[in-house]
């Protein structure tokens, strides 16, 4: 079992920053097998993938390239999402996800709120 805690979400205005952070508690030692990913939803939409870093490769959705930075820190048990030249439609629910490569189950946090004022 894996327990992912998100933090660093807040309100900011349209062109600031945040970074996001990935806990990981539980069977840590298998962390390293997993992929991990940020997501998010807004109101009323579908949950999206943001960005996914796996076997040391990134991946990030069209909309948020050159804006967004995923990393993980595995000494720490801990994933980032640097988050710059923040949007309105970036507002939504932060989630970041742990995949187990071997069955696909995945884990996910609780979540983050972002919020960007205009």
């Known amino acids: 079992q894996v327990q992912l805690v998100e933090s660093g979400g807040g309100l900011v205005q349209a062109g600031g920053s945040l970074r996001l952070s990935c806990s990981a508690s539980?069977?840590?030692?298998?962390?390293?097998?997993?992929?991990l990913g940020w997501y998010r939803q807004a109101p009323g939409k579908q949950r999206e993938l943001v960005a996914e870093i796996s076997g040391g490769r990134t991946n990030y959705a069209d909309s948020v390239k050159g804006r967004f930075t995923i990393s993980r820190d595995n000494a720490k048990n801990t994933m980032y999402l640097q988050l710059n030249s923040l949007k309105p439609e970036d507002t939504a629910v932060y989630y970041c996800?742990?995949?187990?490569?071997?069955?696909?189950?995945?884990?996910w946090g609780q979540g983050t709120q972002v919020t960007v004022s205009s």
């Open positions: 996800s742990a995949k187990r490569m071997w069955d696909g189950y995945s884990y």
């Open positions: 539980g069977s840590t030692n298998l962390i390293n097998f997993m992929g």
